[in-house]
């Protein structure tokens, strides 16, 4: 499971619209739906309903976009802690961590 793909099930669970979703991202359709599609493998259930006409998420669809959701905020929290330490603006004492927060 890549995080692009994660991203793009995202995107398109709050478009709903695979074309606007595409666009949004700067990728073909046909690249965006391999991502989901490789994503529905890898996963094992199907996280869309879609058809000519609209595009709606699956019950595993509306469960996977829950945790999926946290899970992307939790690594964009250790993304930003990792930056912080690396510029010396977060240090660890013993089981404590503080942020310094002066300029």
């Known amino acids: 499971m890549e995080l692009r793909q994660i991203r793009s099930f995202l995107s398109i669970a709050e478009t709903l619209h695979f074309g606007r979703t595409a666009e ?3 990728l073909s359709q046909p690249a965006l739906s391999l991502q989901i599609r490789a994503l529905k493998d890898e996963i094992g259930v199907r996280l869309f ?3 000519r006409r609209r595009t709606a998420l699956t019950a595993a669809g ?3 976009r829950e945790d999926a959701t946290r ?3 939790r690594l964009d929290q250790a993304v930003h802690k990792a930056k912080l330490a690396a510029n ?4 660890i ?3 404590r ?4 927060c002066r300029q």
């Open 24 to 26: 949004m991202i700067h």
């Open 49 to 51: 309903e879609r058809n």
């Open 62 to 64: 509306v469960a996977f």
């Open 71 to 73: 899970a992307l905020l």
């Open 88 to 91: 010396g603006k977060l240090g």
């Open 93 to 95: 004492f013993a089981d």
């Open 97 to 100: 961590i503080y942020i310094d």
